[in-house]
């Protein structure tokens, strides 16, 4: 989870550079904005297994799939101790690809984005 806000010059804080196609594309479609990380939340699990865990923010579970190179899955996204989050998505994602899944607006001129890749063991 990133939040970004609307800057003259794009801006990435530090630990975000392996996000960067996914921030270009934000970049294109919503305009300059300063990105930064607000949570992070890494599971595994096999094919066809709901699986689940939590961070200090989120907690998230899925059950996925796995046909060829595209993952199915069902990915289900909750605050946790007091955030106020809750998203549920059905997508097909290309493995090693970063997917925006959903934003939210917790405040004025504040976007939160819900960024995930998918890959294998």
Same mark, same amino acid.
């Given at each position: 989870?990133?939040?970004?806000?609307?800057?003259?010059?794009? +801006?990435?804080?530090?630990?975000?550079?392996? =996000?960067?196609?996914? =921030?270009?594309?934000?970049?294109?479609?919503?305009?300059?904005?300063?990105?930064?990380?607000?949570?992070?939340?890494?599971?595994?699990?096999?094919?066809?297994?709901?699986?689940? #865990?939590?961070?200090?923010?989120?907690?998230?579970?899925?059950?996925?799939?796995?046909?060829?190179?595209?993952?199915?899955?069902?990915?289900? =996204?909750?605050?946790?101790?007091?955030?106020?989050? +809750?998203?549920?998505?059905?997508? #097909?994602?290309?493995?090693?690809?970063?997917?925006?899944?959903?934003?939210?607006?917790?405040?004025?001129?504040?976007?939160?984005?819900?960024? =995930?890749?998918?890959?294998?063991?």
């Amino acid at each position: 989870m990133i939040t970004g806000k609307p800057s003259k010059q794009a +801006k990435v804080t530090p630990g975000l550079q392996p =996000l960067q196609p996914a =921030l270009d594309t934000l970049t294109k479609q919503y305009g300059e904005q300063e990105f930064a990380l607000v949570d992070r939340v890494s599971i595994s699990g096999r094919s066809r297994e709901k699986v689940q #865990n939590a961070s200090s923010k989120l907690q998230v579970s899925h059950f996925a799939s796995l046909q060829g190179d595209i993952v199915d899955a069902d990915i289900d =996204l909750d605050g946790w101790k007091g955030a106020d989050i +809750k998203l549920r998505a059905r997508l #097909n994602a290309q493995l090693g690809k970063f997917v925006v899944v959903g934003d939210s607006q917790p405040e004025a001129g504040v976007t939160q984005y819900y960024i =995930l890749r998918a890959t294998t063991l």
